[in-house]
C-alpha cells in the first residue's frame, strides 16, 4: 500500500532508502513504479533514497534516476548538511557514481554545502594518494569547480598514508635496486659466446654483443642511480625528497627493462640468423612486456590517460585554468605525479620499439 511504502525506522529510512543502501534497484524500480510518492521521502539526515545510492556506490540506481525525467529533481537535493548526492560521493570516493552524475549534464557540480563546500573541495579529505589523485583528474575534466577562495589561504593536501606509504615503498625499492645492480654487474663478466684464449669476447664487435653491453652498462648505472636517490630520500625530508623518490621509480624501471632487454639480445646474438626460437623469443618478450605495461599503464594512470593529458595541457577556458592554478596550490603532487604516467609510457614505448627493431 501506499503508506507502507512510507513507513520509516528510528533511523528515518524507508523500504525505498534501504533497497538503495543495498544496491537492489528491481526492488527500487518497483516501489517507485507503484508509489512514486515515496521518492521524496527522506531519513533523519534529509537525505533522499538518491544520497543512499550515491554514497554506496550503486550506480544502476543513480543512472536510473538520471534517465526517469520525473526524478530528475533529486539529482540536485541537499540533505539537512547541505550535501548533494555528489557531494556524498565525493566524500565515499565512488568515481563511477561521479561519472555518472557529472557526464549526465543536470547535475550543478558548484552547489555548496552548510560548509561552504563544493563536490571538489571535498577531495582534500582524501586519505588515499591514489583515490585522491583519480577525483581531481575526474573532476577537473568534467568541469566541476572549486569554492571562491583567496589563493594564500589554500592548504596542501597532506594525506595521512602518503608518507608511511612512501617510507615503506622506498625500502622495498632499494632492495630490489641493489639486486638489479648486482646482476647487471655479474652479466659483465658473462658476456654471450664467452671469451677467447686472448681474454677477448669471441662476439666483440658484433651488432647484438654491442647492444648487450650497452644495455647492461645502463641497467647497471640506473639501478645505482635509483639506489643512491632512495637513499638521500630516506635521510632527507624535504620537499624533494618526492621529486628523488619519484625520479628514482623511473630510473629503476628504466634499468629492469634494460636488464631485459640484455637478456634478450645476449640469447639472440648466439643464435643464427634464421631460427625459429628466435622469432618465438621475440614474441614471448615482447607480448609480456606490452601485457605488463598495460597493466601497470591502467592501475598507475588515475582515471584515464586522456584525463591526465588534459590536466598536464590545460584548456583555454578561464574557468579551467583557475580550476588548474587550484589544484596546483592544494594537489601539487597530482601534477607532478600525472607527468610521472605519462613519462612511464613513452619509456615502455621505447622499450616496445627497442625489441621490434633487435628482433
Known amino acids: 500500500t501506499p503508506l507502507f511504502s512510507k513507513v520509516q525506522d528510528s533511523e528515518g529510512l524507508s523500504a525505498l532508502s534501504a533497497a538503495a543502501l543495498m544496491g537492489h534497484v528491481s526492488a527500487v524500480r518497483l516501489l517507485l513504479r507503484f508509489h512514486p510518492a515515496c521518492a521524496d521521502v527522506r531519513d533523519n539526515h534529509g537525505r533522499t533514497f538518491l544520497h543512499a545510492a550515491a554514497m554506496k556506490g550503486h550506480s544502476s540506481i543513480v543512472s536510473y534516476v538520471i534517465k526517469d525525467i520525473m526524478l530528475e529533481h533529486l539529482l540536485n537535493t541537499q540533505d539537512n548538511e547541505g550535501n548533494t548526492p555528489l557531494h556524498l560521493a565525493v566524500v565515499a570516493g565512488e568515481h563511477k557514481v561521479i561519472y555518472k552524475l557529472l557526464s549526465s549534464g543536470k547535475v550543478r557540480a558548484h552547489i555548496m554545502n552548510d560548509a561552504g563546500c563544493t563536490p571538489s573541495d571535498l577531495i582534500e579529505n582524501s586519505t ?16 566541476a569547480r572549486f569554492r571562491p577562495q583567496r589563493q594564500d589561504h589554500i592548504e ?109 639480445t645476449a640469447m639472440v646474438a648466439v643464435m643464427r ?23 601497470l599503464a591502467n592501475l598507475a594512470t588515475p582515471r584515464s590517460l586522456l584525463g591526465v593529458m588534459q590536466l598536464l595541457v590545460g584548456s583555454c577556458f578561464e574557468r579551467r585554468r583557475r580550476a588548474k592554478r587550484r589544484i596546483s596550490r592544494q594537489f601539487p603532487f597530482v601534477i607532478f605525479y600525472a607527468l610521472n604516467v605519462v613519462v612511464f609510457i613513452v619509456v615502455n614505448t621505447l622499450a616496445l620499439s627497442a625489441i621490434q627493431v633487435t628482433g
Open 273 to 295: 640468423e634464421k631460427n625459429s626460437m628466435k622469432v618465438a623469443l621475440t614474441q614471448v618478450i615482447y607480448n609480456g612486456l606490452y601485457i605488463l605495461m598495460t597493466l
Open 128 to 143: 588515499g594518494f591514489y583515490s585522491m589523485a583519480s577525483l581531481v583528474v575526474e573532476l577537473y575534466v568534467m568541469g
Open 156 to 264: 596542501k593536501w597532506n594525506g595521512q598514508d602518503i608518507m608511511k606509504w612512501r617510507e615503506t615503498t622506498s625500502k622495498n625499492i632499494a632492495v630490489v635496486s641493489t639486486l638489479v645492480a648486482t646482476v647487471a654487474f655479474s652479466a659483465a663478466f658473462n658476456v654471450p659466446g664467452s671469451y677467447g684464449s686472448s681474454g677477448k669476447a669471441n662476439l666483440s664487435g658484433h651488432r647484438r654483443y654491442d647492444a648487450f653491453m650497452v644495455l647492461d652498462t645502463i641497467a647497471m648505472t640506473t639501478s645505482v642511480i635509483a639506489t643512491i636517490l632512495l637513499i638521500y630520500g630516506r635521510a632527507s625530508r624535504s620537499h624533494r625528497s618526492w621529486l628523488g623518490f619519484m625520479v628514482a621509480m623511473h630510473f629503476l624501471w628504466l634499468s629492469l627493462n634494460s636488464m631485459m632487454l640484455a637478456f634478450f
